[in-house]
């Protein structure tokens, strides 16, 4: 699975977008984009995935660039339940599905 | 729908001693792994079992067994506890790697272990 590098934290004000970047510029050709976040050790929860094109959900939307070299997690109005640890990760849907290489993430700090 | 079970949620272990995480799955999926994660760092693998009766080695299996004699039920074993092992674990489980729809893997909510 390539790896990915995240930002190690931002900040988001409450109401506003949060916009997380992630970098995975060696993804090959059947590698999909996950997002999962984990809010206060608990278990990761999934937010979204996608192959190419953009991706939308009722938590958040995901947008991958046309290289796919890239993605931005969107949460269009972040509050403070979503403060939390995102975790950008590339795998394929081939072999070992269950297989995920987490990153160290970007800790997400909303406030008011 | 439980979902994703893990027991014990808390334990404390002497070094030597031996114990098993449990783990069970009632969404009927495939694929069933274990993570584990130390403070500030982000989950690393175990092991991982593709099937009844298949299992894999992950990034860091030492000190570690595992079996899958059902498709539910996919326990880890700590041979002989040691301090390196104190960390929180995660069960994780999902379907077969073919349906994009359906392959969302899903979490327990961890099981905290301390070895003194």
């Known amino acids: 699975d390539a790896k990915t590098t995240q930002p190690t934290s931002m900040d988001c004000a409450e109401g506003r977008a949060a916009n997380l970047p992630c970098n995975h510029s060696t993804i090959s050709g059947n590698e999909y984009v996950y997002w999962y976040r984990q809010i206060h050790s608990q278990g990761p929860q999934y937010i979204i995935h996608?192959?190419?094109n953009n991706e939308t959900n009722e938590m958040a939307s995901l947008i991958i660039t046309e290289d796919r070299k890239s993605s931005t997690l969107i949460l269009p109005h972040a509050t403070l339940r979503d403060t939390a640890v995102y975790y950008c990760?590339?795998?394929?849907?081939?072999?070992?599905?269950?297989?995920?290489?987490f990153g160290t993430g970007t800790r997400l700090q909303v406030t008011l | 729908n439980a979902g994703v079970t893990q027991t014990p949620k808390f334990q404390v272990l002497k070094t030597g001693q031996s114990m098993t995480l449990q783990c069970a799955q009632d969404?009927?999926?495939?694929?069933m792994s274990w993570y584990r994660q130390d403070p500030g760092m982000g989950l690393r693998l175990i092991h991982y079992?593709?099937?009844?009766?298949?299992?894999d080695q992950g990034e860091v299996p030492n000190g570690y067994n595992v079996s899958r004699s059902t498709t539910e039920d996919f326990p880890l074993r700590l041979l002989s506890a040691a301090p390196s092992q104190t960390s929180v674990y995660f069960c994780?489980?999902?379907?077969?790697?073919?349906?994009?729809?359906?392959?969302?893997?899903?979490f327990g909510e961890g099981s905290w272990l301390t070895v003194v």
């Open positions: 996608g192959l190419k």
């Open positions: 990760i590339v795998r394929a849907h081939t072999g070992t599905a269950s297989k995920l290489t």
């Open positions: 079992s593709v099937g009844a009766g298949i299992t």
């Open positions: 994780a489980s999902s379907y077969g790697p073919y349906d994009r729809a359906r392959n969302t893997i899903y």
């Open positions: 969404m009927n999926h495939e694929y």
